[in-house]
């Protein structure tokens, strides 16, 4: 192969990276994730990096306890931040591949929010939360 040959083909190699980091910059600029609470009382929109965008309250809402609607919230947040993170992670790979560079995207995904507890009555007087 000679010189202009290689020159060609690096170029040509270096167009196609870049196209692709574009498109794929441009796809992660739209991510975002959306989760709502098991009962729909809350619904949450966060964008890539996982900071809110919208929070929804139903009139449900009005009918929980303060505390109970902010950990609510503060769920509802972490599993829709988790979907993004999810989302961020699934493009790096369709267009990076598996690799270090994924792996550390992988490690610093926030974690979703834990399983909701269904409580009655009894069991809430009996066993109250107590968050901090």
Do not use: C
Not at 2 to 12: C, G, H, P, R, V
Not at 115 to 126: I, M, Q, S, V
């Amino acid at each position: 192969m000679d010189t202009e040959q290689w020159l060609a083909q690096y170029d040509k190699r270096i167009s196609e990276i870049a196209a692709r980091a574009e498109e794929a910059g441009a796809r992660l600029r739209q991510v975002g994730g959306t989760a709502s609470s098991p009962r729909g009382e809350v619904e949450v929109r966060v964008g890539a990096s996982g900071v809110l965008e919208d929070l929804t309250l139903t009139p449900a809402a009005r009918a929980l306890e303060s505390d109970e609607l902010s950990r609510l919230i503060v769920d509802t947040t972490r599993r829709a931040r988790h979907a993004a993170g999810a989302r961020v992670a699934g493009i790096s790979a369709e267009f990076f591949g598996e690799g270090p560079a994924l792996e550390v995207i992988r490690q610093h995904l926030p974690a979703g929010a834990p399983a909701p507890r269904n409580r009655d009555e009894d069991d809430y007087f009996a066993n109250p939360e107590v968050t901090r």
